[in-house]
């Protein structure tokens, strides 16, 4: 969103029922009501439904469904909106051309949101939700491969990567969010990620202060910094063999949508405009 808007969205989050709220109090950007001033719609209306059935046609007669990973879910109100958006769902039924299935396995950090996402999922057989710190090396490898292998899978088909990015460099450092993008890049074929500006860095950083609280720790450090979008481009496509497919656009709140395809990925399609 513009810049005022941005901010007014911000004093919005802070002042309504700010005893519970507090959203500089949520470190990780475990927003208790992301949602409701960054809608899915957003996001929505820039990506095309036919996406994941341009790039993953129908293969055969015993085609498995597409494998997503969603990082940083929070309570599940995107996931579930991609789910329906990419398989054409209205009234939970699917569209005639909707060939594929897609099966998501959403993750966050916060155990409350994951709890709330797995008893609002209107789809419970399709998205899987799970209380994982995606940064913990020694934890992690487990849960992705385990939901991999019940398709005989050693990869994502696609990584969603929704307004984590700055929660991942502000917390870890520079070192850290080379780390997540690596680690994201290594396990799918296609990433899709949706970095903050950094005027977003400021203002998280600032609604720390205005609530008396530590600053982030790396903030002052970083040197990755400026035109994040462009960083998160070079960073990928410079160290993590992964290349640009296509920029969807921004949403009103001025974040860019991303899409990447690991170099390695066999079996091209274009992307519908």
Not at 153 to 166: H, K, N
Request: aromatic content about 8%; some cysteine.
């Amino acid at each position: 969103m513009a810049a005022t808007g941005k901010l007014a969205a911000d004093e919005a989050v802070e002042t309504e029922n700010p005893g519970v709220l507090k959203p500089g109090a949520a470190p990780f950007g475990n927003f208790p009501h992301y949602s409701r001033f960054h809608p899915p719609e957003q996001r929505l209306r820039l990506l095309p439904p036919e996406l994941l059935r341009q790039l993953f046609p129908p293969e055969g007669p015993e085609r498995r469904p597409i494998l997503g990973l969603d990082v940083g879910c929070n309570s599940g109100d995107l996931s579930v909106a991609l789910y329906k958006h990419f398989l054409s769902l209205h009234d939970g039924e699917p569209c005639s051309g909707a060939s594929r299935d897609l099966r998501l396995l959403c993750c966050d950090i916060d155990p409350v949101l994951v709890e709330r996402a797995e008893k609002e999922c209107p789809f419970p057989d399709a998205l899987t939700f799970i209380t994982l710190d995606i940064m913990d090396q020694r934890n992690r490898k487990v849960p992705l491969s385990s939901f991999l292998s019940q398709f005989g899978c050693s990869a994502f088909d696609i990584v969603f990567c929704m307004s984590v990015t700055m929660w991942i460099h502000l917390n870890h450092g520079d070192h850290g969010l080379w780390e997540f993008l690596a680690h994201l890049s290594s396990v799918c074929h296609y990433l899709l990620v949706e970095p903050q500006p950094w005027k977003c860095y400021r203002a998280a950083a600032r609604r720390l202060r205005k609530l008396g609280l530590h600053n982030f720790d790396h903030f002052r450090s970083l040197t990755i910094r400026g035109d994040m979008a462009s960083q998160i481009v070079r960073i990928l496509t410079q160290d993590h063999a992964m290349e640009l497919v296509c920029c969807f656009g921004n949403t009103s709140w001025d974040r860019s949508l991303l899409l990447f395809r690991a170099k390695h990925t066999l079996g091209t399609h274009p992307v519908p405009e």
